[in-house]
């Protein structure tokens, strides 16, 4: 599996790092983002990951600006310190919302969400994640 981490705080980038090789060796971290403009330049130079870990306020902007420019249809998991912006994440392929700090079971949880939809034999639609998210709540 592949994810692209995209964090404008190099020690919090450095600690979701961490918890991936924690939980699973073999998560290839495919790069590290720290803006709007580096991150929708990546995107369009590189293929796409499995998956995305994204703060959502950056150095320059909302996270949220990088779906206006660039086509994203992998999942992400959000990760941020601010709890207003959850029901924004869900309408971008949101399929978790971590507040931070990010623990490693909050992050655990968050990726074996995204195993289980992905290996389900009916995987829902991205416009059903948010009420199956709600569900699992």
Not at 65 to 87: C, G, H, M, N, W
Not at 109 to 131: F, G, M, N, T
Request: aromatic share 10%.
């Amino acid at each position: 599996m592949t994810v692209l981490i995209i964090e404008d705080e190099p020690l919090a980038a450095e600690r979701l790092q961490i918890l991936l090789q924690q939980y699973d060796p073999n998560i290839q971290v495919s790069g590290v983002c720290e803006s709007i403009e580096e991150s929708c330049r990546w995107l369009k130079q590189k293929p796409a990951p499995d998956l995305l870990l994204m703060d959502i306020q950056l150095s320059d902007g909302h996270s949220f600006e990088i779906f206006k420019q660039v086509r994203i249809s992998r999942p992400v998991i959000f990760t941020t310190a601010f709890d207003q912006y959850a029901l924004n994440a869900f309408k971008h392929y949101g399929i978790d919302y971590i507040l931070k700090p990010v623990t490693a079971e909050a992050l655990a949880a968050a990726i074996e969400k995204w195993r289980h939809l992905k290996q389900s034999s009916a995987v829902p639609a991205y416009q059903d994640w948010a009420s199956l998210w709600q569900q699992q709540v």
